[in-house]
């Protein structure tokens, strides 16, 4: 690297190593590694595809109006606020980039979301890793590590891969406790499956350095897809248009996000699916003798007695052809993340870790 040098940070970041999705020899794999919704595609927003596929000639259009007025209108809140973006992985991008550089301190907690030191490290930032209390964000921990340099605290809520997350009035007093120079992002990507949680929408309105990201990618069923968005004050928003690339969403991208958010059963559906099966698969870990937290998204953690006794079961499941995550990287090398499927992949789950568990006794 003598001729060209990367910017500073870039080296920092390791390559993303893509989740398995295949298992040798099997054809019936079950892949619950990475979130995504046991229902598949909303059928609104594939005839939704269907019907702008003969157009894709054209440029889409650039400012996402008809899509940001759909998300407005669904969710209560004004379009204007709104910035849509390749998955929400482009809206950090675009509030890490905006806000920070090289000299600047972004926090995230223990067990937050592995792009989030990747993201800092693209800015050229620097990236401050503070300690959660037993699997949940520890306001006061997030408090204590700000200083005259952290410009942003990047903030799972839900968190993956832990599944618990902050009441509201722990998320008022997070809040309430930063330098309003600092930007709290509220990363709320699992927010329908926590019943009554607006995602950080009502401080996103009313605090002007909050800033709430959702995605298409898990209730909405469009993960291949990459849809995301993001609320927060106008003059916020208005600075990240500025670096957001003026096609970064096709046609086909933003009228099948358009379908999903204004279908009216699609994301209560889900909901009620996972919420059973959630509480199916938490009650089932528990009586094999796992511990794992009550869960507000659509995955449950489950924790094994150690690193060892989780990679077993990771292999016994793979046997059965089933795929759940390693969090390892997370700081669970004794946890395995396994996403809530439908009824019938929920029993596949349970029925493969209780003939381990029997094998093992
Ligand atoms: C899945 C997930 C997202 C969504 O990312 P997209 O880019 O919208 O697919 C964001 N944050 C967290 C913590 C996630 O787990």
Redesign the pocket.
């Known amino acids: 690297m003598t001729l060209f040098t990367p910017q500073p940070g870039i080296m920092e970041i390791a390559l993303y190593e893509g989740g398995k999705s295949k298992i040798a020899g099997r054809d019936d794999v079950l892949k619950l590694s990475s979130?995504e919704n046991p229902l598949g595609v909303p059928p609104s927003a594939q005839e939704a595809m269907v019907a702008a596929v003969g157009r894709v000639h054209l440029y889409p259009n650039t400012d996402h109006a008809p899509l940001r007025a759909a998300i407005g209108e669904v969710h209560g809140l004004d379009p204007e606020r709104i910035i849509c973006g390749?998955?929400?992985?482009?809206v950090?991008q675009f509030v890490t980039q905006a806000f920070s550089g090289p000299g600047d301190e972004i926090i995230h907690t223990e067990h937050g979301?592995s792009?989030y030191p990747v993201l800092t490290h693209m800015a050229g930032a620097t990236p401050v890793r503070v300690p959660e209390a037993e699997r949940v964000v520890d306001v006061d921990a997030i408090l204590n590590a700000v200083t005259e340099r952290t410009r942003i605290v990047l903030l799972?809520n839900p968190g993956?891969p832990t599944g618990t997350m902050l009441s509201d009035a722990q998320l008022v007093r997070l809040a309430d406790g930063l330098p309003e120079r600092v930007i709290l992002v509220i990363?709320a990507?699992?927010a329908e499956y926590a019943a009554g949680y607006d995602g950080g929408a009502e401080l996103a309105t009313e605090r002007p350095n909050v800033l709430m990201?959702r995605?298409?990618?898990?209730i909405y069923g469009l993960?291949g897809l990459?849809?995301?968005w993001g609320y927060g004050p106008k003059e916020m928003i208005e600075v990240m248009t500025r670096i957001r690339q003026p096609f970064n969403l096709s046609d086909l991208q933003m009228q099948a996000a358009e379908a999903a958010v204004r279908d009216p059963d699609w994301a209560r559906d889900c909901a009620a699916l996972n919420a059973d099966q959630r509480a199916r698969l938490t009650g089932a870990l528990r009586q094999l003798g796992l511990a794992c937290d009550d869960s507000q998204t659509n995955f449950v953690l489950a924790r094994f007695a150690d690193g060892g006794e989780a990679a077993a079961a990771d292999t016994a499941l793979q046997g059965d052809g089933i795929i759940v995550r390693r969090v390892g990287g997370y700081g669970f090398p004794e946890g395995l993340r396994i996403t809530v499927g439908d009824e019938d992949q929920t029993g596949r789950v349970i029925d493969a870790l209780t003939r381990w568990r029997e094998a093992g006794a």
């Open positions: 979130n390749v998955g929400s992985d482009e950090l979301f792009m799972t993956n990363d990507a699992y990201t995605t298409f990618s898990k993960g990459r849809v995301g």
